[in-house]
């Protein structure tokens, strides 16, 4: 089982910028696809991007292609996802989660344990 810790979420203004940071422990991390998933009050989570296991592909929901970008470096076993041009509808809970593949994540759900989440918050 893959344990993981979301962090880098806080409050800024729109058009800025935040990095969020996806720590994982426990099961061979390196072997999953990882996806960054957001939830606003009283409304579904929704995934938002998603990287393989070897961090070739990536995917992206279109209200964020072009400001959001998800990489990983998988010898510190970390997920990062690099927001710009924050709007104030991407103002949610952020969490991350793992999956076989990107194209299971999308049509199945991940597999792991969701975490506490980091609270991301753009306004003025």
């Known amino acids: 089982q893959v344990q993981l810790v979301e962090s880098g979420g806080g409050l800024v203004e729109p058009g800025g910028s935040l990095r969020l940071s996806c720590a994982a422990s426990g099961s061979i991390f390196s072997g999953y696809a990882v996806g960054w998933y957001r939830q606003a009050p009283g409304k579904q989570r929704e995934l938002v991007a998603a990287?393989?296991?070897?961090?070739?592909?990536?995917k992206y929901a279109d209200s964020v292609k072009g400001r959001f970008t998800i990489s990983r470096d998988n010898a510190k076993n970390t997920v990062y996802l690099q927001m710009n041009s924050l709007k104030p509808e991407d103002t949610c809970v952020y969490y991350c989660?793992?999956?076989?593949?990107?194209?299971?994540?999308?049509?199945?759900?991940?597999?792991?344990?969701w975490g506490q989440g980091t609270q991301v918050t753009v306004s003025s």
């Open positions: 989660n793992v999956g076989s593949s990107i194209r299971v994540m999308t049509s199945v759900g991940p597999v792991g344990s």
């Open positions: 990287i393989s296991s070897t961090g070739i592909v990536t």
